[in-house]
Protein backbone atom coordinates (compact mmCIF):
# COMPACT_ATOMS: atom_id res chain seq x y z
CA UNK A 1 0.00 0.00 0.00
CA UNK A 2 1.09 3.18 -0.70
CA UNK A 3 1.42 5.71 2.35
CA UNK A 4 -1.07 8.21 2.53
CA UNK A 5 -0.11 11.71 1.22
CA UNK A 6 -2.20 14.81 2.11
CA UNK A 7 -3.49 15.74 -0.98
CA UNK A 8 -2.37 19.36 -1.98
CA UNK A 9 -5.63 21.94 -1.86
CA UNK A 10 -6.21 23.27 -5.50
CA UNK A 11 -7.88 26.49 -6.04
CA UNK A 12 -7.80 29.40 -9.33
CA UNK A 13 -6.55 32.67 -8.90
CA UNK A 14 -6.33 35.56 -11.54
CA UNK A 15 -2.53 36.26 -12.77
CA UNK A 16 -3.30 38.67 -15.10
CA UNK A 17 -5.89 41.08 -16.63
CA UNK A 18 -6.55 42.88 -20.26
CA UNK A 19 -9.33 44.99 -22.24
CA UNK A 20 -10.24 46.60 -25.39
CA UNK A 21 -12.14 49.44 -26.02
CA UNK A 22 -13.30 49.85 -30.04
CA UNK A 23 -11.48 53.29 -30.81
CA UNK A 24 -14.67 54.97 -31.85
CA UNK A 25 -16.28 56.72 -28.68
CA UNK A 26 -19.79 58.11 -28.76
CA UNK A 27 -21.15 60.41 -26.57
CA UNK A 28 -24.79 61.19 -25.57
CA UNK A 29 -24.53 63.98 -27.32
CA UNK A 30 -23.41 62.32 -30.29
CA UNK A 31 -26.19 59.44 -30.14
CA UNK A 32 -28.76 62.22 -29.36
CA UNK A 33 -27.69 64.31 -32.91
CA UNK A 34 -27.57 60.63 -34.19
CA UNK A 35 -31.13 59.87 -32.99
CA UNK A 36 -32.92 63.90 -33.78
CA UNK A 37 -32.22 62.87 -37.49
CA UNK A 38 -34.35 59.91 -37.16
CA UNK A 39 -37.10 61.75 -35.51
CA UNK A 40 -36.23 60.11 -32.09
CA UNK A 41 -36.22 62.77 -28.90
CA UNK A 42 -33.84 61.87 -26.27
CA UNK A 43 -31.46 63.83 -24.09
CA UNK A 44 -27.41 63.81 -22.46
CA UNK A 45 -29.31 64.85 -19.52
CA UNK A 46 -32.15 62.18 -19.76
CA UNK A 47 -29.41 59.27 -20.42
CA UNK A 48 -27.20 60.78 -17.65
CA UNK A 49 -29.88 60.74 -14.96
CA UNK A 50 -31.43 57.29 -15.71
CA UNK A 51 -28.79 55.18 -16.49
CA UNK A 52 -25.10 57.19 -15.39
CA UNK A 53 -23.88 56.88 -18.54
CA UNK A 54 -22.14 59.27 -20.51
CA UNK A 55 -20.46 57.45 -23.77
CA UNK A 56 -20.05 54.44 -24.66
CA UNK A 57 -17.90 52.65 -27.78
CA UNK A 58 -19.14 51.25 -30.89
CA UNK A 59 -17.10 48.68 -33.09
CA UNK A 60 -16.64 49.52 -36.78
CA UNK A 61 -18.79 47.47 -39.06
CA UNK A 62 -16.92 44.66 -39.42
CA UNK A 63 -14.86 44.36 -36.71
CA UNK A 64 -16.11 41.03 -34.87
CA UNK A 65 -16.19 40.07 -31.11
CA UNK A 66 -13.69 37.53 -31.33
CA UNK A 67 -10.82 40.24 -32.59
CA UNK A 68 -12.04 42.47 -29.45
CA UNK A 69 -11.32 39.58 -27.63
CA UNK A 70 -7.99 38.47 -29.05
CA UNK A 71 -6.75 42.03 -28.36
CA UNK A 72 -7.80 41.79 -24.35
CA UNK A 73 -6.91 38.48 -24.23
CA UNK A 74 -3.19 39.36 -25.01
CA UNK A 75 -2.96 42.18 -22.52
CA UNK A 76 -4.29 39.53 -19.86
CA UNK A 77 -1.63 37.56 -20.94
CA UNK A 78 1.44 40.16 -21.09
CA UNK A 79 -0.08 40.87 -17.64
CA UNK A 80 -0.05 37.47 -16.44
CA UNK A 81 3.78 37.29 -18.00
CA UNK A 82 2.92 34.00 -19.63
CA UNK A 83 2.00 33.09 -23.66
CA UNK A 84 -0.87 31.77 -25.67
CA UNK A 85 1.26 28.64 -25.50
CA UNK A 86 0.43 27.97 -21.84
CA UNK A 87 -3.04 28.25 -21.26
CA UNK A 88 -5.18 24.87 -21.59
CA UNK A 89 -8.61 26.21 -21.37
CA UNK A 90 -10.67 28.95 -23.69
CA UNK A 91 -14.21 30.20 -22.43
CA UNK A 92 -15.54 33.09 -24.10
CA UNK A 93 -18.72 34.86 -22.65
CA UNK A 94 -20.84 36.58 -25.24
CA UNK A 95 -24.27 36.99 -26.87
CA UNK A 96 -22.74 38.36 -29.62
CA UNK A 97 -20.60 35.66 -31.34
CA UNK A 98 -19.31 35.97 -34.87
CA UNK A 99 -21.03 33.37 -36.38
CA UNK A 100 -24.20 30.83 -35.54
CA UNK A 101 -20.94 28.26 -35.49
CA UNK A 102 -18.46 27.60 -34.37
CA UNK A 103 -18.11 29.21 -31.32
CA UNK A 104 -16.15 32.39 -31.25
CA UNK A 105 -13.89 30.76 -28.38
CA UNK A 106 -12.29 28.26 -31.12
CA UNK A 107 -11.93 31.32 -33.68
CA UNK A 108 -10.32 33.19 -30.49
CA UNK A 109 -7.92 29.86 -30.10
CA UNK A 110 -6.61 30.03 -33.92
CA UNK A 111 -6.38 33.87 -33.78
CA UNK A 112 -3.69 33.41 -30.61
CA UNK A 113 -2.21 30.28 -32.38
CA UNK A 114 -3.15 27.62 -29.59
CA UNK A 115 -4.32 24.12 -30.67
CA UNK A 116 -5.30 20.98 -29.04
CA UNK A 117 -7.07 22.95 -25.40
CA UNK A 118 -11.24 22.87 -24.97
CA UNK A 119 -12.53 26.33 -26.20
CA UNK A 120 -16.11 26.96 -25.41
CA UNK A 121 -18.71 30.68 -25.43
CA UNK A 122 -20.74 30.80 -22.63
CA UNK A 123 -24.37 32.38 -23.24
CA UNK A 124 -25.80 34.02 -20.06
CA UNK A 125 -25.94 37.75 -21.76
CA UNK A 126 -24.95 40.01 -18.95
CA UNK A 127 -23.95 37.12 -16.54
CA UNK A 128 -21.57 35.61 -18.94
CA UNK A 129 -18.47 36.31 -17.40
CA UNK A 130 -19.67 35.52 -13.74
CA UNK A 131 -21.11 32.31 -15.46
CA UNK A 132 -17.61 32.13 -17.44
CA UNK A 133 -15.39 32.35 -14.46
CA UNK A 134 -17.31 30.02 -12.56
CA UNK A 135 -17.12 27.47 -15.12
CA UNK A 136 -13.03 27.70 -15.31
CA UNK A 137 -12.88 27.70 -11.69
CA UNK A 138 -14.66 24.52 -11.06
CA UNK A 139 -12.68 22.84 -14.33
CA UNK A 140 -9.09 24.12 -12.57
CA UNK A 141 -10.26 22.50 -9.30
CA UNK A 142 -11.01 19.53 -10.70
CA UNK A 143 -7.72 19.09 -12.63
CA UNK A 144 -8.93 19.87 -15.95
CA UNK A 145 -7.11 22.55 -16.59
CA UNK A 146 -4.45 24.75 -15.26
CA UNK A 147 -4.08 28.09 -17.39
CA UNK A 148 -7.36 29.65 -18.62
CA UNK A 149 -8.32 31.99 -20.69
CA UNK A 150 -11.85 33.69 -19.33
CA UNK A 151 -12.95 36.23 -21.82
CA UNK A 152 -16.45 38.51 -22.38
CA UNK A 153 -16.34 40.51 -25.42
CA UNK A 154 -19.44 42.14 -27.17
CA UNK A 155 -20.18 44.24 -29.85
CA UNK A 156 -24.03 44.45 -28.60
CA UNK A 157 -24.77 47.44 -31.12
CA UNK A 158 -25.39 45.04 -33.31
CA UNK A 159 -28.03 43.76 -31.49
CA UNK A 160 -29.58 47.18 -30.90
CA UNK A 161 -32.95 49.12 -32.47
CA UNK A 162 -31.85 52.45 -32.71
CA UNK A 163 -35.89 53.31 -33.21
CA UNK A 164 -36.31 52.04 -29.86
CA UNK A 165 -34.69 54.89 -27.53
CA UNK A 166 -35.59 52.90 -24.41
CA UNK A 167 -32.68 50.65 -25.44
CA UNK A 168 -29.88 51.92 -27.65
CA UNK A 169 -28.94 54.67 -25.64
CA UNK A 170 -27.33 52.08 -22.90
CA UNK A 171 -25.32 49.72 -24.14
CA UNK A 172 -21.69 49.23 -26.14
CA UNK A 173 -18.97 47.57 -27.69
CA UNK A 174 -16.14 45.66 -25.60
CA UNK A 175 -13.98 42.79 -24.59
CA UNK A 176 -12.27 41.90 -21.56
CA UNK A 177 -10.09 38.92 -20.16
CA UNK A 178 -8.50 37.22 -17.27
CA UNK A 179 -6.06 34.42 -16.97
CA UNK A 180 -7.05 32.56 -14.43
CA UNK A 181 -4.51 30.20 -12.93
CA UNK A 182 -3.79 26.77 -10.65
CA UNK A 183 -3.04 27.67 -7.46
CA UNK A 184 -2.79 26.05 -3.80
CA UNK A 185 -4.06 29.39 -1.96
CA UNK A 186 -7.42 30.85 -3.46
CA UNK A 187 -8.01 32.83 -5.25
CA UNK A 188 -11.23 32.31 -5.94
CA UNK A 189 -13.28 32.13 -2.72
CA UNK A 190 -16.80 30.89 -3.86
CA UNK A 191 -19.40 31.36 -6.71
CA UNK A 192 -22.38 31.12 -6.75
CA UNK A 193 -24.97 31.32 -10.19
CA UNK A 194 -28.66 31.21 -10.86
CA UNK A 195 -31.08 31.32 -13.37
CA UNK A 196 -35.41 31.63 -13.63
CA UNK A 197 -36.40 31.32 -17.59
CA UNK A 198 -39.62 32.15 -16.51
CA UNK A 199 -38.55 35.64 -17.33
CA UNK A 200 -36.48 34.90 -20.72
CA UNK A 201 -39.82 38.07 -22.34
CA UNK A 202 -38.50 40.85 -20.14
CA UNK A 203 -34.91 40.81 -21.94
CA UNK A 204 -34.43 38.98 -25.10
CA UNK A 205 -33.34 39.51 -29.11
CA UNK A 206 -36.29 37.02 -30.35
CA UNK A 207 -34.74 36.34 -33.50
CA UNK A 208 -33.23 33.14 -35.20
CA UNK A 209 -31.36 32.19 -38.42
CA UNK A 210 -34.06 28.87 -40.04
CA UNK A 211 -33.70 27.99 -43.87
CA UNK A 212 -31.34 30.46 -44.74
CA UNK A 213 -33.77 33.57 -43.76
CA UNK A 214 -33.40 35.48 -39.98
CA UNK A 215 -37.11 34.94 -38.85
CA UNK A 216 -38.26 36.57 -35.57
CA UNK A 217 -37.16 40.29 -34.34
CA UNK A 218 -33.00 39.82 -34.57
CA UNK A 219 -32.93 42.67 -32.22
CA UNK A 220 -32.48 43.58 -28.73
CA UNK A 221 -36.20 43.85 -26.81
CA UNK A 222 -36.10 45.08 -23.04
CA UNK A 223 -38.47 45.93 -20.47
CA UNK A 224 -36.34 47.77 -18.30
CA UNK A 225 -38.42 48.31 -15.35
CA UNK A 226 -39.15 44.86 -15.06
CA UNK A 227 -35.32 43.98 -15.42
CA UNK A 228 -34.33 46.75 -13.11
CA UNK A 229 -36.93 45.38 -10.25
CA UNK A 230 -35.28 41.88 -10.43
CA UNK A 231 -31.77 42.65 -10.43
CA UNK A 232 -31.98 44.51 -7.57
CA UNK A 233 -33.19 41.68 -5.91
CA UNK A 234 -30.99 39.06 -6.99
CA UNK A 235 -27.32 40.96 -6.92
CA UNK A 236 -27.78 41.27 -3.06
CA UNK A 237 -28.90 37.44 -2.56
CA UNK A 238 -26.12 36.55 -4.73
CA UNK A 239 -23.54 38.66 -2.46
CA UNK A 240 -24.65 37.21 0.58
CA UNK A 241 -24.77 33.69 -0.57
CA UNK A 242 -21.08 34.07 -1.82
CA UNK A 243 -19.77 35.64 1.62
CA UNK A 244 -21.90 33.19 3.15
CA UNK A 245 -20.11 30.17 1.27
CA UNK A 246 -16.64 31.66 2.40
CA UNK A 247 -17.32 32.55 5.77
CA UNK A 248 -16.76 36.23 4.98
CA UNK A 249 -18.51 39.47 5.88
CA UNK A 250 -19.76 42.35 4.24
CA UNK A 251 -17.06 44.54 5.65
CA UNK A 252 -14.28 41.93 4.22
CA UNK A 253 -15.23 43.35 0.47
CA UNK A 254 -12.35 46.31 -0.92
CA UNK A 255 -14.18 46.27 -4.25
CA UNK A 256 -17.46 45.85 -5.34
CA UNK A 257 -17.38 45.26 -9.58
CA UNK A 258 -20.71 44.86 -10.66
CA UNK A 259 -22.59 44.40 -14.13
CA UNK A 260 -22.30 47.57 -15.30
CA UNK A 261 -25.70 48.07 -16.55
CA UNK A 262 -27.18 51.29 -14.76
CA UNK A 263 -25.40 53.02 -12.13
CA UNK A 264 -29.01 53.58 -9.95
CA UNK A 265 -28.52 49.81 -9.84
CA UNK A 266 -25.21 49.45 -8.95
CA UNK A 267 -25.58 51.79 -6.00
CA UNK A 268 -28.73 50.62 -4.78
CA UNK A 269 -26.49 47.00 -4.50
CA UNK A 270 -23.76 48.56 -2.56
CA UNK A 271 -26.51 50.49 -0.05
CA UNK A 272 -27.59 46.90 0.35
CA UNK A 273 -24.81 45.54 1.57
CA UNK A 274 -24.09 48.60 3.68
CA UNK A 275 -20.70 49.65 1.70
CA UNK A 276 -19.37 53.01 0.23
CA UNK A 277 -20.09 53.99 -2.80
CA UNK A 278 -16.27 55.02 -3.15
CA UNK A 279 -15.83 50.88 -2.86
CA UNK A 280 -17.73 50.37 -6.14
CA UNK A 281 -16.08 50.62 -9.02
CA UNK A 282 -17.84 52.27 -12.20
CA UNK A 283 -17.06 52.10 -15.65
CA UNK A 284 -20.58 52.58 -17.06
CA UNK A 285 -20.16 56.33 -17.21
CA UNK A 286 -17.84 55.33 -20.01
CA UNK A 287 -18.33 52.45 -21.43
CA UNK A 288 -22.27 52.31 -21.44
CA UNK A 289 -23.42 48.51 -20.97
CA UNK A 290 -21.18 46.16 -22.51
CA UNK A 291 -23.12 42.73 -21.40
CA UNK A 292 -20.25 40.25 -20.60
CA UNK A 293 -17.74 42.19 -21.29
CA UNK A 294 -18.52 44.76 -18.52
CA UNK A 295 -16.79 42.70 -15.25
CA UNK A 296 -13.72 41.91 -17.24
CA UNK A 297 -13.70 45.16 -18.44
CA UNK A 298 -14.16 47.24 -14.78
CA UNK A 299 -11.87 44.92 -13.43
CA UNK A 300 -9.05 45.79 -15.92
CA UNK A 301 -9.52 49.21 -16.10
CA UNK A 302 -9.77 49.57 -11.74
CA UNK A 303 -6.58 47.38 -11.67
CA UNK A 304 -4.52 49.31 -14.26
CA UNK A 305 -5.22 52.47 -12.70
CA UNK A 306 -4.02 51.24 -9.23
CA UNK A 307 -7.13 51.56 -7.45
CA UNK A 308 -7.71 47.63 -7.00
CA UNK A 309 -4.40 46.16 -5.72
CA UNK A 310 -3.03 42.42 -5.53
CA UNK A 311 -4.51 41.21 -2.68
CA UNK A 312 -7.36 42.76 -2.26
CA UNK A 313 -10.80 40.92 -1.87
CA UNK A 314 -13.27 41.85 -4.79
CA UNK A 315 -17.12 40.83 -5.48
CA UNK A 316 -18.10 40.26 -8.87
CA UNK A 317 -21.76 39.91 -9.59
CA UNK A 318 -23.98 40.07 -12.89
CA UNK A 319 -26.83 39.96 -13.78
CA UNK A 320 -29.26 39.60 -17.14
CA UNK A 321 -30.82 38.04 -19.58
CA UNK A 322 -32.85 34.91 -19.19
CA UNK A 323 -33.12 35.62 -16.32
CA UNK A 324 -29.21 34.52 -14.73
CA UNK A 325 -27.31 36.31 -12.67
CA UNK A 326 -24.56 35.44 -9.77
CA UNK A 327 -21.75 36.14 -8.10
CA UNK A 328 -17.65 35.50 -7.61
CA UNK A 329 -15.97 36.26 -4.13
CA UNK A 330 -12.39 36.79 -5.12
CA UNK A 331 -8.78 37.45 -3.33
CA UNK A 332 -6.69 39.35 -6.13
O1 LIG B 1 -27.74 44.35 -18.78
C1 LIG B 1 -28.82 43.66 -18.29
C2 LIG B 1 -29.44 44.38 -17.23
N1 LIG B 1 -30.18 45.53 -17.73
C3 LIG B 1 -30.52 46.43 -16.87
O2 LIG B 1 -30.14 46.36 -15.73
C4 LIG B 1 -31.44 47.56 -17.29
C5 LIG B 1 -32.45 47.79 -16.20
N2 LIG B 1 -33.35 48.89 -16.45
C6 LIG B 1 -32.94 50.18 -16.44
O3 LIG B 1 -31.76 50.46 -16.28
C7 LIG B 1 -34.00 51.26 -16.55
O4 LIG B 1 -35.28 50.68 -16.41
C8 LIG B 1 -33.91 52.07 -17.87
C9 LIG B 1 -32.65 52.90 -17.87
C10 LIG B 1 -33.92 51.12 -19.05
C11 LIG B 1 -35.10 53.01 -17.98
O5 LIG B 1 -35.13 53.87 -16.83
P1 LIG B 1 -36.50 54.10 -16.06
O6 LIG B 1 -36.22 55.04 -14.98
O7 LIG B 1 -37.03 52.74 -15.69
O8 LIG B 1 -37.37 54.83 -17.14
P2 LIG B 1 -38.80 54.40 -17.71
O9 LIG B 1 -38.68 53.18 -18.55
O10 LIG B 1 -39.77 54.39 -16.57
O11 LIG B 1 -39.15 55.63 -18.64
C12 LIG B 1 -39.43 56.92 -18.08
C13 LIG B 1 -39.77 57.87 -19.19
C14 LIG B 1 -40.81 57.34 -20.16
O12 LIG B 1 -41.63 58.40 -20.55
P3 LIG B 1 -43.08 58.62 -19.87
O13 LIG B 1 -43.85 57.36 -20.14
O14 LIG B 1 -42.81 58.82 -18.41
O15 LIG B 1 -43.60 59.82 -20.58
C15 LIG B 1 -40.01 56.88 -21.35
O16 LIG B 1 -40.74 56.93 -22.53
O17 LIG B 1 -38.59 58.11 -19.98
C16 LIG B 1 -38.92 57.91 -21.36
N3 LIG B 1 -37.69 57.45 -22.03
C17 LIG B 1 -36.79 58.28 -22.56
N4 LIG B 1 -36.73 59.63 -22.65
C18 LIG B 1 -35.66 60.17 -23.25
C19 LIG B 1 -37.27 56.18 -22.20
N5 LIG B 1 -36.09 56.17 -22.84
C20 LIG B 1 -35.77 57.46 -23.08
C21 LIG B 1 -34.68 58.09 -23.70
N6 LIG B 1 -34.67 59.43 -23.76
N7 LIG B 1 -33.64 57.39 -24.21
Known amino acids: MTPHTPAIPRYSRIVGTGSMLPPRRVTNADLAADLARRGIDTSDEWIVARTGIHARHFAEPGVPASDLAVVAARHA ?28 ACIVQAKLGIQGCPAFDVQAVCSG ?150 KLIVTVDEHGNTSAASIPLALDVALRSGRVQRGDTLLLEGVGGGFTWGAVLLDL
Open 77 to 104: LEAAGCGPEGIDLIIVATSTPDMVFPST
Open 129 to 278: FVYALTVADAMIRAGSASRALVIGAEVFSRLLDFNDRTTCVLFGDGAGAVVLEASECPGLLATDLHADGRHVGILCVPGHVSGGQVSGHPLLQMDGQAVFKLAVGVLEQAARRVLAKAGREESDIDWLIPHQANIRIMQGTARKLRMPLD
